[in-house]
């Protein structure tokens, strides 16, 4: 069936570092892709998306490109932020159905 | 800026007992999500109403959970009797059209902790 794998957390940085969230799925069809955030004690944040291949979301210094022929969507940012500590889902969704396939969630934390 | 309301924000019972959980959307939204998030997992659908009417709850233990949207607006989700295995974070979310082009937005969730 479908699915979401990400790359297994905890995730810890250095401020200013380079990050990257790995993110592949398995589909059958042609879904768009999601990246959601959830810091702590709040609920899901949608913080980009990318509906087509070779689409490229992109949001608060954050990226992701839609690969379909790696299956993949990696979450990049050039230089992360304290602030940016939290967990981030990557997720699926088909365009016939309102229902999102969420992958296990990467925790990051950085270090000031 | 409009959010999804929840409460309560966490509860405690004893297996056995009956709990409740509530959900209001963001006002116009048409589309309402009950996820679960067990603890180092993604959330996962257990029902999808759209107005007053379920529209997919194939995930839904039917057993011992039931949820209701009765005038469309805010909803209830009710697990009686409660397990162990029910312990988890309950996420609502809502959306405008409850299609693939949507943003849903999520709630703070309720953390329910079964004894």
């Known amino acids: 069936g479908d699915s979401v794998t990400q790359m297994e957390g905890p995730v810890t940085l250095s401020e200013e570092a380079f990050l990257t969230i790995n993110c592949t799925y398995t589909?059958?069809?042609?879904?768009?892709l999601f990246w959601y955030v959830q810091y702590p004690g709040e609920g899901l944040q949608l913080l980009l998306k990318?509906?087509?291949?070779?689409d490229k979301g992109s949001n608060k210094g954050f990226e992701a490109t839609y690969r379909k022929e790696t299956t993949s969507f990696h979450l990049e940012k050039g230089s992360v932020q304290v602030s940016d500590s939290a967990v981030y889902f990557c997720?699926?969704?088909?365009?016939?159905?309102?229902?999102?396939?969420f992958g296990s969630g990467t925790r990051l934390s950085i270090r000031p | 800026e409009a959010e999804v309301a929840q409460s309560p924000r966490y509860k405690i019972t004893e297996k056995s007992q009956a709990v409740a959980f509530w959900c209001d959307p963001i006002?116009?939204?048409?589309?309402l999500y009950w996820y679960r998030q067990i603890l180092g997992q993604g959330p996962e659908l257990l029902v999808q109403?759209?107005?007053?009417?379920?529209?997919?709850d194939s995930q839904l233990p039917k057993d011992r959970f039931s949820a209701e949207r009765l005038k469309g607006v805010d909803s209830t989700l009710k697990i009686q009797p409660a397990e162990l295995g029910d312990s988890a974070m309950y996420l609502c979310?809502?959306?405008?059209?409850?299609?693939?082009?949507?943003?849903?937005?999520f709630g703070p969730g309720t953390r329910l902790t079964v004894l």
């Open positions: 997720a699926l969704l088909y365009s016939s159905a309102s229902k999102i396939i």
């Open positions: 990318a509906t087509k291949a070779d």
């Open positions: 109403f759209q107005d007053e009417s379920v529209v997919d």
């Open positions: 006002s116009g939204h048409a589309t």
């Open positions: 979310a809502s959306s405008f059209l409850g299609d693939s082009t949507d943003t849903q937005y």
């Open positions: 589909a059958t069809g042609y879904p768009s």
